[in-house]
């Protein structure tokens, strides 16, 4: 994994298609903003910002970002830095159809920087129209020298995924495009390889002889927060499941690679996903909250999942036999991003019962626990002995903050990271056309025959259903 370089970089014309969406003014301005505050943005660039519909003019349009960046962004903005960043950004609208005024935009920006300058263009569109909006870039000649940054999911299903990888393939070779999963770039994500590659016994536990389950849970409290069209036409299978929850597996239960190369790492993730058996829909429950058909633009009797809990199976000689449950979901109870190993118990229950049947419920096996945030923490629970007289044991955990090892200033995050490493061609934290590919063809029975969604309460677990799927292994998240 390169370290950011730090040769100055070509100036850049930064082109945002989806400007007026959730993740623009949720992590793109707000990221591109970070880096510019960093000094890990270009001396000279302009930000063009696009979409079918204008918020009026340049300023209007600025203001908007201005509130956006204000509220997502970490730490305070300092006015004078956010006036410097914001007076190089406009808006130009475009469709799938008509590229003309962002093509001029960008024409425009390009003249004022010189001939050095390159284009990165960012599609944070729904998936349903990212072929279209990719070929309007070709047709208008934007794409010509451009590296194009793909959103997750990357098509709707593994006809269009290879629908969209070839249009691609015409317009830009394999190293000018970069297919995101915000979730492989997050530092925790990152420190999940240093804890398993770095050496020392974790390396070699972590396989079936010592693993009895891996847990990926995302529960989420946030609702549709006005994105209810992209929810409606996506679903939480697609938006999570097919994408982060299944890149985070990969990463999981990869074989360490040669080096920490873009090539590697998407070379062991696509053996992981090669031997995942395609999920099975009598081990998927599907959920939809209570109310979620009452919000705004959601149909009357929509059966779109915003839940989902899966068993998985990696068939080989690694993990064969040990069950990787995954879970998200909307307006859950709390937002979590953990990653959980469960290790063997031993085959006679010494200290519990002089049967030597079982550990007591509530205890459990020793569990690793890796808590996907900003600020990562590892915790790993274990039974100690209880002081006193006799061979009580109780649950203990153990935790490592690396806040607490390296100050807890404002991490950068996930999207600022990936930016960065596309203006500079860096596509480790990206992933590949194969293993997207593999992963449509892995989820395809699900998205053919998904299961009917059953209700659960906002604010709770998700649906009973999900519970029952996960059985003795359960879905407790450690407490923080
Ligand atoms: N929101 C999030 O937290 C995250 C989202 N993503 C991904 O980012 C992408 C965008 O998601 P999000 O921002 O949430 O979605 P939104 O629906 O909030 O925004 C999408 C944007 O795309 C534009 N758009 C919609 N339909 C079309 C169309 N037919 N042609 C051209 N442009 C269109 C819209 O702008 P206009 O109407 O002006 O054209 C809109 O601003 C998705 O792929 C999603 O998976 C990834 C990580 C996190
Ligand atoms: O890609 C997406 O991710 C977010 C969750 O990621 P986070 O970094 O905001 O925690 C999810 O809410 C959204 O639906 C999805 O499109």
């Known amino acids: ?52 519909h204008s918020p009026g ?40 159809e008509d590229g003309t005024e962002l093509a001029a935009a960008v024409r425009r920006a390009r003249a004022e920087l010189g001939e050095r300058a390159g284009v990165l263009v960012h ?16 047709a208008t000649g934007i794409a010509d020298d451009a590296r194009l940054v ?14 969209l990888d070839a249009t691609l393939a015409e317009l830009a070779p394999e190293e000018r495009v970069f297919r995101i999963d915000h979730f492989l770039a997050e530092e925790a994500v990152r420190n999940l390889l240093a804890l398993r590659f770095a050496g020392g016994p974790l390396t070699s536990a972590w396989h079936r002889d010592q693993v009895a389950y891996v847990r990926i849970d995302v529960p989420e409290e946030l609702g549709l927060e006005g994105r209810a069209g992209f929810l409606e036409s996506t679903g939480t299978f697609r938006d999570m499941v ?3 929850l299944c890149q985070v597996l990969g990463l999981v239960a990869m074989a360490p690679p040669a080096r920490l190369s873009a090539a590697e790492l998407r070379a062991e993730k696509l053996r992981v996903f090669r031997a995942l058996r395609p999920l099975d829909p009598a081990e998927t429950v599907f959920g939809q909250f209570d109310g979620y058909r009452d919000e705004d633009g959601v149909a009357a009797d929509s059966t779109v999942e915003t839940f989902v809990a899966v068993r998985a199976w990696v068939d080989d000689w690694r993990w064969r036999g040990v069950p990787f449950l995954l879970r998200t979901g909307k307006a859950m109870r709390a937002s979590r991003r953990v990653i959980s190993l469960g290790f063997r118990e031993p085959p006679v229950a010494l200290f519990d019962d002089p049967t030597g049947a079982a550990a007591p419920a509530g205890r459990g096996p020793m569990e690793l626990s890796l808590e996907l945030s900003a600020r990562p923490e590892v915790s790993l629970r274990l039974p100690v002995k209880r002081p006193g007289f006799g061979f009580e044991l109780a649950p203990a955990r153990l935790a490592l903050r690396t806040a607490d090892l390296f100050g807890d200033g404002e991490p950068l995050p996930a999207y600022a990271k990936l930016l960065a490493d596309a203006m500079r061609g860096d596509q480790t934290l990206f992933t590949g056309a194969a293993e997207v590919e593999r992963l449509w063809e892995v989820c ?7 299961p009917a969604p059953s209700g659960y309460p906002r604010g709770s677990w998700g649906p009973a259903a999900a519970d029952r799927l996960a059985g003795a292994i359960g879905w407790a998240v450690p407490e923080r």
């Open 444 to 450: 395809d029975p699900v998205l053919r025959n998904p």
């Open 123 to 138: 599609l944070s569109v729904p998936p349903a129209v990212a072929e279209d909006m990719v070929r309007m870039l070709g």
């Open 150 to 163: 793909l959103e997750k999911p990357f098509g709707t299903n593994l006809a269009s995924a290879r629908s």
């Open 57 to 96: 003019d340049d300023a209007a349009f600025r203001d908007q970002l201005a509130d956006a960046v204000g509220r997502f962004t970490e730490g305070t903005v300092e006015p004078a830095a956010w006036q410097a960043f914001a007076r190089r950004i406009g808006f130009a609208v475009s469709s799938a």
């Open 1 to 52: 994994m390169t370290a950011a370089s730090s040769a100055p970089l070509d100036p850049q014309v930064l082109v945002v298609l989806g400007a007026t969406g959730d993740l623009a003014r949720r992590e793109i301005f707000p990221g591109l903003f970070r880096l510019f505050r960093d000094g890990l943005l270009p001396e000279d660039f302009r930000v063009v910002g696009s979409g079918r």
């Open 242 to 244: 097919v994408t982060h």
